[in-house]
């Protein structure tokens, strides 16, 4: 079992940052990638990036690229979401992932115009 905890979220005026934090615990040694998904008010749950947890390889949705930037520390078993350039469209509420198997309790982001 892998436990993920997020933090950093807030309300955030159109074209500020905000850095997302995902702290995990539990049998780490298991994780592949961590990863970052998004879900607004009645829409579904929807990819924005992850990072293999060895290699430190990136992907990133075509929405968030050029603006999001996703980073790991192994020594502290955490990854990051530095989030620039944010859009009132970003808001939603952001959910850390390992390996799509285990999620965190989601953290709210809210951008206004």
């Known amino acids: 079992q892998v436990q993920l905890v997020e933090s950093g979220g807030g309300l955030v005026q159109a074209g500020g940052s905000l850095r997302l934090s995902c702290a995990a615990s539990?049998?780490?040694?298991?994780?592949?990638?961590l990863g970052w998904f998004r879900q607004a008010p009645g829409k579904e749950r929807e990819f924005v990036a992850y990072?293999?947890?060895?290699?430190?390889?990136?992907t990133y949705a075509d929405s968030v690229k050029g603006r999001f930037t996703i980073t790991r520390d192994n020594a502290k078993n955490t990854v990051y979401l530095q989030m620039n350039s944010l859009k009132p469209e970003d808001t939603a509420v952001y959910y850390c992932?390992?390996?799509?198997?285990?999620w965190g309790q989601g953290t709210q982001v809210t951008v206004s115009s």
């Open positions: 990072i293999t947890w060895t290699g430190g390889s990136t």
């Open positions: 539990g049998r780490t040694s298991n994780m592949y990638h």
């Open positions: 992932t390992a390996n799509y198997a285990y």
